[in-house]
């Protein structure tokens, strides 16, 4: 399963970016989209996560300031991300879980100057 995410870039604090990743049409059992990320020298972390029946699922340290959408035809997952930390800098993934296996883009890097 590929994954094409985009939207990352520099941003100062306070700022806003958008990213995007567009999941294949024929992706069977798929059961939750989201974004996960990978902090310098940190492991990957949940983000956000829409799961069955639309429940969203957000870390805590993005609550109210990051909101993940899929557009309507289901196919593109959007995170919206608000009010952005230097703490929020990170390579941030794509991620599908389809019959119990997570797959997950190549990345796309943001970073947050303060």
């Known amino acids: 399963v590929q994954l094409q995410a985009s939207g990352g870039g520099s941003v100062q604090a306070g700022g806003t970016l958008t990213l995007s990743c567009v999941v294949p049409r024929d992706v069977i059992g798929l059961t939750a989209v989201g974004w996960y990320r990978r902090p310098p020298g940190h492991e990957r972390e949940l983000v956000a996560r829409?799961?069955?029946?639309?429940?969203?699922d957000y870390a805590d340290s993005v609550k109210g300031r990051f909101t993940i959408s899929l557009d309507n035809a289901g196919n593109t997952v959007y995170l919206q991300m608000k009010s952005l930390k230097p703490d929020d800098t990170a390579v941030y993934y794509c991620?599908?879980?389809?019959?119990?296996?997570?797959?997950w883009g190549q990345g796309t890097e943001v970073t947050v100057s303060s």
């Open positions: 991620y599908i879980r389809a019959l119990e296996n997570n797959y």
């Open positions: 829409i799961g069955d029946g639309g429940i969203t």
